[in-house]
């Protein structure tokens, strides 16, 4: 999406250009993404040429990670009920902070995981909605993210940041649907999908999310995220009435944007311009 004539241009960010990391992806030298932040905050992208569906790639400095995603987020703190449904007996907790640049994107999303490492997500395409059952129902989108993502960028990204707290519950289940042990390393699981249930906190907002983000051949990622649905019913029936409160599906870069007032103050947000240097 081209920047409109006359638009003041804060930095410009080219990623996956074979300057950067040719040396590491044979597939690199077939595309380059090149994104456009603008002094507004709004992130651009003005080229986007994506090769072949991926599979986890790594190397000592960067993974690309290709999922297939659906998730819903509610307003209010995570019900006791709920939390207590999906962490069963096999459920890994993790507490952290993730700092988000706010650009007014959906299709976008930069962030700081623990305030740290950057990372980068870009969906490449938005499907037909599914019905789940139980009330469940969305679009499923087709994400890719680079981690660590400053091997990627050119210039320090710049702009309005601000600080999700979250309190994430998450499972693993094969492609099968089996119930399988949780790694953050992908590699140990050719395919599969992540389930998780989160209370976020945004200043003075609260929510919380249910999400599926499956992985794998791009074939496959579909069933997967339906299987492990199918597991987590099948094992605990679902607290009642489940699907009316997941309200409206989407990532959190809409989530974000619909939630997030333009006048901080309004919302008692805390936007942090310099969270590159925590």
């Given at each position: 999406?081209?920047?409109?004539?006359?638009?003041?241009?804060?930095?410009?960010?080219?990623?996956?250009?074979?300057?950067?990391?040719?040396?590491?992806?044979?597939?690199?030298?077939?595309?380059?993404?090149?994104?456009?932040?603008?002094?507004?905050?709004?992130?651009?992208?003005?080229?986007?040429?994506?090769?072949?569906?991926?599979?986890?790639?790594?190397?000592?400095?960067?993974?690309?990670?290709?999922?297939?995603?659906?998730?819903?987020?509610?307003?209010?703190?995570?019900?006791?009920?709920?939390?207590?449904?999906?962490?069963?007996?096999?459920?890994?907790?993790?507490?952290?902070?993730?700092?988000?640049?706010?650009?007014?994107?959906?299709?976008?999303?930069?962030?700081?995981?623990?305030?740290?490492?950057?990372?980068?997500?870009?969906?490449?395409?938005?499907?037909?909605?599914?019905?789940?059952?139980?009330?469940?129902?969305?679009?499923?989108?087709?994400?890719?993210?680079?981690?660590?993502?400053?091997?990627?960028?050119?210039?320090?990204?710049?702009?309005?940041?601000?600080?999700?707290?979250?309190?994430?519950?998450?499972?693993?289940?094969?492609?099968?649907?089996?119930?399988?042990?949780?790694?953050?390393?992908?590699?140990?699981?050719?395919?599969?999908?992540?389930?998780?249930?989160?209370?976020?906190t945004v200043?003075?907002?609260?929510?919380?999310?249910?999400?599926?983000?499956?992985?794998?051949?791009?074939?496959?990622?579909?069933?997967?995220?339906?299987?492990?649905?199918?597991?987590?019913?099948?094992?605990t029936p679902?607290?009642?009435?489940?699907?009316?409160?997941?309200?409206?599906?989407?990532?959190?870069?809409?989530?974000?944007?619909?939630?997030?007032?333009?006048?901080?103050?309004?919302?008692?947000?805390?936007?942090?311009?310099?969270?590159?240097?925590?």
């Amino acid at each position: 999406m081209p920047l409109a004539r006359g638009s003041p241009v804060a930095e410009t960010v080219r990623l996956c250009s074979a300057r950067s990391v040719g040396k590491t992806f044979d597939a690199v030298h077939r595309w380059e993404l090149i994104v456009t932040v603008a002094e507004s905050g709004l992130v651009h992208v003005l080229d986007a040429r994506m090769p072949e569906p991926a599979q986890p790639r790594r190397s000592d400095a960067l993974s690309v990670l290709d999922t297939t995603e659906l998730r819903w987020f509610v307003r209010g703190p995570l019900p006791a009920d709920i939390r207590g449904w999906f962490i069963g007996s096999t459920g890994i907790v993790e507490e952290r902070c993730d700092t988000y640049l706010l650009n007014g994107r959906v299709d976008i999303g930069l962030k700081r995981r623990f305030r740290e490492t950057l990372e980068l997500k870009v969906r490449q395409s938005l499907d037909v909605p599914i019905e789940l059952g139980e009330g469940l129902a969305g679009s499923l989108e087709m994400w890719r993210k680079w981690s660590p993502a400053e091997g990627l960028v050119e210039d320090g990204t710049k702009g309005r940041w601000v600080d999700v707290h979250k309190s994430v519950v998450k499972r693993r289940f094969s492609m099968a649907g089996n119930e399988i042990a949780f790694s953050p390393d992908l590699q140990v699981t050719v395919a599969g999908c992540d389930v998780e249930v989160a209370g976020v906190t945004v200043g003075a907002v609260q929510a919380w999310t249910f999400a599926f983000a499956a992985f794998g051949p791009p074939a496959t990622r579909r069933d997967a995220l339906l299987a492990s649905w199918q597991s987590l019913v099948a094992a605990t029936p679902c607290p009642e009435p489940f699907g009316p409160r997941t309200g409206r599906a989407m990532g959190y870069p809409k989530w974000l944007t619909l939630t997030i007032s333009p006048n901080p103050a309004e919302r008692g947000i805390r936007h942090n311009s310099a969270a590159r240097s925590r």
